[in-house]
């Protein structure tokens, strides 16, 4: 049996998105510092944020009860005009909402979908297919390179600095604190773009 709308909306957007789920208290404590991870208002804070999440969970449960109503009414009024216009005049309704509509809620179209595959077309439409998908691979290979290059530059030139070996560019650019602070942000700035 095919997924309903409700049912893939749900999986989505429902099933993942438990801040207990997402962050354990655990991890939660640890992104303060050691001094503050016992403090009873980060329990309060994670509390909070749990209720936050709630009411957003709640609200987007909302959403999708309204989405599926409307798609019902959707289905509804095209099935309505269809029966208004008899099959023969779609002009008031467009063939393409109908072939939609016929796909997703499985009704009796009297109207082709597409034309189907030859060999020879469908050939050329894998070909292309997997020339698209080996283009994608390789664009984000060639990302994922710089991306790698740049993280290690950065973890080297911080691992210098912890050990004391100044490389000549930080000696000879003057503020070293800035200079390190322009390093993290670096770091952090590949790392948070690289995540999204």
């Not at 303060?32 to 609200?59: G, I, T």
């Not at 509804?76 to 779609?90: F, L, M, P, Q, Y």
């Not at 077309?121 to 990302?143: G, P, T, V, Y």
């Amino acid at each position: 049996m095919a997924p309903t709308e409700s049912t893939i909306l749900a999986n989505f957007l429902l099933l993942p998105s438990a801040l207990p789920k997402l962050v354990p208290f655990r991890k939660f404590t640890d992104l303060f510092p050691r001094s503050q991870r016992s403090n009873p208002q980060v329990k309060d804070l994670y509390r909070e944020l749990q209720h936050v999440r709630a009411l957003h969970r709640d609200q987007v449960e909302r959403n999708i009860a309204r989405e599926v109503n409307q798609g019902q009414r959707q289905r509804r009024e095209v099935i309505k005009a269809r029966r208004h216009t008899g099959g023969g005049d779609v002009d008031r309704v467009a063939i393409h909402d109908m072939q939609i509509e016929a796909q997703f809620f499985n009704l009796m179209s009297n109207y082709p979908t597409q034309t189907p595959h030859t060999l020879p077309s469908l050939l050329s439409d894998m070909e292309n297919a997997c020339k698209d998908l080996q283009a994608d691979i390789d664009a984000f290979e060639a990302d994922i390179q710089t991306t790698l290059g740049d993280i290690t530059s950065t973890v080297e030139d911080l691992s210098d600095l912890r050990y004391g070996r100044f490389g000549t560019s930080i000696v000879h650019q003057g503020n070293l604190q800035e200079n390190v602070l322009e390093g993290l942000r670096g770091l952090e700035e590949i790392c948070w773009s690289s995540s999204s």
